[in-house]
């Protein structure tokens, strides 16, 4: 096993909302390795939370996680689940949090990858290792190629081209992992309201006859951020993705492959094929340069 | 008189939707020139055309509006007012329209700068001027620096340079003349939907706390497109944005000084120092980079 993998002990799992924790326990469990979960009280689904070894602990309670954690045998740390950018008055923090609150109060004024790295890097100096979701469950990637039954047409493929050129340009301002292209025209790009939201919005304008289009037409392009520290937070896609694109009238989606995760992968194709939908795992920037 | 500059003939104004026409009209027939509006069915308003010499013609009726201006001795044309991006089946080209319409169906093809920039050219091709509407009533452009009773503070000013950045690389994508950035944070990028949906938004995400962030923190950006064709389509704001930008909890609007429009510029500002935000014209690129 190389030095920068994943080790072999007990992987701490902090889990947010959604089912992307459970999919990863099980697959770590699967993998021979025990998952030990940290599930954020508020956040995580107690139901399923409870089907593995597991301490709940309030969002800005590291002293005891860190405690926790050592008592484990925890080294590796996978950070995983939906989670909101908390308000710094909401937050009630322990003893060791308050050690850290100055530096947490300058990473929640930037973006995400600015929010993630640095607590990534709290986590490091305290002797864990952060370790991505996908590193220790490499089945929640989405593969490269034409996914599904239905694929992009020569038109579709100037609408991705372009999408992928918009989240390289704003990559150095840590926002914009999506964005929705028709005909070569930008009709949205994500920031701070997510994907389903953003994707509804372009629905309503389509049906206001606010952008006029005819058809079934547009792409919804996702990709990581140029600089995103994939170990945090790597885009996601769904069934709820593909309804939510189904409801905007679009052509179909295409993700970054290797760097999108989906919690079910044969879920995510059925629900394309019966919508219509193509899903395409583009090649990563290092390969499509190189093409 | 330069040979750049506006004439001094009769002035065709084509009239969308929105006070800016009868504004620009106003002004021209105050410098001594004849304001002719050519008022678009369905967009202009009826009873503030009736103020001004005018015809009335359909979207798609280019060849009506060739002949009427030229009737009328119009060389220069302006171009203002809310319009939608049509749909193809939705128009009803008359004659000289239908000739172009190959091409004009390529140009919807496209982002605005790409439509409008296209839209121009069939103009000159036919003998016209195009003139931007700034520059036959230049008393519409916001001037330089901090403009109503408020200031912004160096956080403000902070947001306010990460907003510039954002909007001048996505600018090659004919995308995003504007974002609200808070803490150096990009809360939402505008691309289809417009600025007061986008401020809006931001609203929503606040209200919800989907976005925390307590007090009254953020700015509106707003700047044309790096290779925007000025003369076709400026960034425009007016009490409406400022509305919006106090809804959405910001502490105030920046724009391009010069770069950007309002109809009227003494109701803008009041209701701006009303709503306790500041409203700041920032130089333009060369400027700022001269710095």
Chains 1, 2 share one sequence.
């Not at 459970?22 to 954020?40: E, Q, Y």
């Not at 952008?211 to 885009?235: F, H």
Request: charge should be positive; charged fraction near 20%.
């Amino acid at each position: 096993m190389s030095g920068n993998g994943p080790g072999n002990g007990p992987l701490a799992i902090i889990c947010g909302g959604g089912k992307f924790p459970f999919v990863v326990a099980d697959a770590v469990a699967h993998s021979g390795r025990k998952p030990v979960l940290f599930a954020i009280l508020g956040w995580a689904d107690a139901d399923a939370v409870a089907r593995f070894p597991h301490h709940w602990f309030g969002l800005a309670r590291f002293g005891r996680f860190r405690r926790l954690a050592r008592q484990e045998g925890c080294r590796d740390v996978v950070i995983i689940g939906t989670m909101l950018r908390p308000s710094l008055l909401q937050l009630r923090p322990d003893l060791t949090t308050l050690f850290y609150m100055p530096r947490i109060a300058r990473l929640l004024r930037g973006g995400d990858d600015h929010l993630l790295s640095g607590i990534g890097r709290i986590f490091e100096e305290n002797g864990f290792r952060l370790v991505g979701a996908h590193q220790v469950a490499p089945g929640i990637l989405v593969p490269q190629g034409v996914l599904g039954a239905h694929a992009p047409s020569a038109r579709d493929q100037v609408d991705i081209d372009r999408g992928l050129g918009v989240i390289a340009a704003m990559g150095p301002f840590d926002v914009g992992q999506a964005v929705v292209v028709a005909d070569g025209y930008v009709l949205a790009v994500e920031a701070a309201e997510g994907t389903d939201q953003m994707l509804a919005r372009v629905a309503t304008l389509r049906r206001d006859r606010r952008v006029r289009l005819d058809g079934k037409v547009g792409v919804l392009v996702k990709a990581p951020k140029p600089a995103q520290d994939r170990r945090l937070d790597l885009p996601t896609i769904g069934n709820r993705t593909v309804a939510a694109a189904r409801e905007a009238g679009l052509a179909g989606i295409a993700v970054e492959a290797g760097g999108t995760i989906t919690a079910d992968f044969a879920e995510l194709i059925a629900a394309a094929d019966a919508a219509g939908l193509f899903v395409l795992g583009v090649p990563p920037p290092a390969s499509r340069a190189a093409l």
